[in-house]
């Protein structure tokens, strides 16, 4: 996700294997738990090259190489709008991502290419468990406000389907409603 030049290469092994690409799903997540005073600009650029960098290079390999009616999904977070202590770079990296989604929502219209994004709440996955903030009880996630990640299917599955063709630019909450409650 970080290497523009592997970017590059996964989007023509598909393209050469499947014929041609309709359907990218920008999902790659890192994230850190660190003071901003602790955090170096390692970190920062470690977790901006996968959160943010990536999605830019494989919508920029969608923009060069995806034919019109195609969609691209950028799966950001509830932290792009409200976020917790210890994970700055993530949130900037998310918020950002959604500033990516309408510029590219804007430029990807001319080209017949769709660009929305889905802003997950706590979702249960590694990230969610090992976060050191829920294992210590920092960050408190009522069972209630936890989805799987096949919550995400339908919405990811409209948001590629030809029935959201006049959707652009949109930013779907898929959160339980724990944004409501932060």
Known sequence: MS???????????????????????NNAGLMTF????DQTADDWVRIL????????????QAFLKMKRGGSIINISSIHAIE???LVAPYAAAKT???SLTRSA?????????????ILP?????PMLRDNPNIVTGVEKVDPADTGR???????VGFLASKEASFVQGAMIRIDGGRLDRL
């Not at 709440?121 to 996955?125: E, F, L, M, Y």
């Not at 990640?149 to 339908?154: I, K, Q, T």
């Open 149 to 155: 990640p096949e919550d995400l299917v339908g919405a």
């Open 121 to 125: 709440g706590a979702i249960d996955t």
């Open 49 to 60: 090259s996968v959160d943010l960098l990536g999605a830019f290079f494989f919508t920029k």
């Open 3 to 25: 290497r523009e030049e592997q970017v590059t290469s996964t989007i023509d092994l598909c393209i050469s294997t499947f014929g041609n690409i309709d359907v990218i799903v």
């Open 83 to 85: 976020t917790t202590p």
């Open 105 to 117: 929502g804007l430029e990807g219209k001319a080209k017949g290419i769709r660009v929305n994004a």
């Open 96 to 98: 950002a991502l959604l």
């Open 34 to 37: 660190k003071r901003i005073e």
